[in-house]
């Protein structure tokens, strides 16, 4: 019922900077929290970066002071801009929505099919 599309990924040198989007489009009454996790070979996929509908954030550790959310309620699109990139951050970048899908209220958490960013030299 709903989809959500990353965009953004690609090769970037260490210290470089990348912005991914994600657009969730679809049966969408409301969008309440949406974020970015990630997932590199071998490791179990964790958390970057949230940002609910009021525009409160959260992030992981290793990525405060570097990474930005930030969401467009509007267009039912969420940001991530990545500056100071480093190898470990090398990833699987996926998109995440809780969405609540009607008029009762019930919701649902749904996944980009994620996007590749690699940090290398």
């Known amino acids: 019922q709903v989809q959500l599309v990353e965009s953004g990924g690609g090769l970037v040198q260490p210290g470089g900077s990348l912005t991914l989007s994600c657009a969730a489009s679809g049966r969408i009454f409301r969008i309440n929290a949406m974020g970015w996790y990630r997932q590199a070979p071998g490791k179990q996929r964790d958390l970057v970066a949230t940002?609910?509908?009021?525009?409160?954030?959260n992030y992981a550790d290793s990525v405060k002071g570097r990474f930005t959310v930030s969401r467009d309620n509007a267009k039912n699109t969420v940001y991530l801009q990545m500056n100071t990139l480093k190898p470990d951050d090398t990833a699987v970048y996926y998109c995440?929505?809780?969405?609540?899908?009607?008029?009762?209220?019930?919701?649902?958490?749904?996944w980009g099919r994620g996007t590749q960013v690699t940090v290398s030299s």
């Open positions: 995440n929505a809780d969405v609540v899908v009607g008029i009762n209220g019930v919701g649902f958490t749904y």
């Open positions: 940002v609910d509908r009021g525009g409160r954030t």
